[in-house]
């Protein structure tokens, strides 16, 4: 298995990833096609499939903030079982964010995520594969040492218009697994650059923001 990053729209292994994506994410959760080309041209915007005998079986996206020294991981998506896919993402991501770090004289402090929380959501379909059913995706996140970010979470649909997305949690997985807590202001400013490319947010999303630069620090709960 090949993983290869793609930064190009044109990139024909491009149109597979975004198949993918359309298969196992609800719509408020995918980016429009045409969309993508800024952010695969972006050197912060790390996309790779993962390629077997010329297909792509699986793929992820993620980004480091050097200045944070922090990552997210946009997405994971594991599209046949049995060719142990999750593990060979989840190692080259990791591999490749402890070079970033490196290159910037540190040792990654940890990486967020947004992950479903299926007893809120249960009607959310992924895809068909079992390995991407979200009762399995959230225990899989656990043991990789993720943990839950203690406050209410919404975010602005990737579609535009507005709409604030529920069911989710947003976590954090410290490269100190002992750590229980994380700065506030920390995750208030993230989310305000995470989210700067969608010009149009819910007063929930707003809102939510403030509340957290009002804070100090946020329990980090298991999953």
């Not at 070079?99 to 540190?106: E, M």
């Not at 700067?196 to 999303?205: M, Q, R, S, T």
Request: charged residues 25%; contains cysteine; hydrophobic residues 40%.
């Amino acid at each position: 298995m090949e993983y290869i990053r793609i930064t190009d729209i044109g990139d024909p292994l491009f149109r597979q990833v975004h198949q993918l994506l359309a298969e196992v994410f609800p719509p408020e959760e995918v980016l429009e096609y045409s969309l993508w080309k800024a952010p695969l041209e972006e050197p912060g915007i790390r996309v790779f499939a993962a390629v077997h005998d010329g297909a792509v079986v699986g793929t992820t996206e993620y980004r480091y903030y050097p200045d944070w020294n922090v990552a997210m991981t946009d997405f994971t998506i594991i599209g046949r079982e049995g060719l142990g896919i999750g593990r060979f993402l989840a190692r080259n991501r990791l591999k490749d964010l402890n070079k970033l770090a490196a290159d910037s004289g540190k040792m990654l402090y940890g990486m967020f995520a947004e992950i479903y929380d299926p007893y809120r959501a249960r009607h959310h379909e992924f895809g068909g594969v079992k390995p991407m059913d979200p009762f399995v995706r959230r225990e899989v996140l656990s043991h990789l040492g993720y943990k839950r970010l203690d406050f209410p979470y919404v975010h602005p649909s990737w579609m535009g218009n507005g709409e604030a997305v529920t069911g989710l949690d947003l976590c954090f997985m410290p490269a100190d697994e002992e750590q229980d807590r994380l700065d506030a202001s920390l995750v208030a400013d993230f989310l305000t650059r995470y989210y700067a490319v969608l010009e149009d947010k819910p007063e929930a999303w707003l809102s939510m923001v403030e509340v957290l630069r009002a804070q100090d620090k946020l329990e980090l709960r298991p999953l």
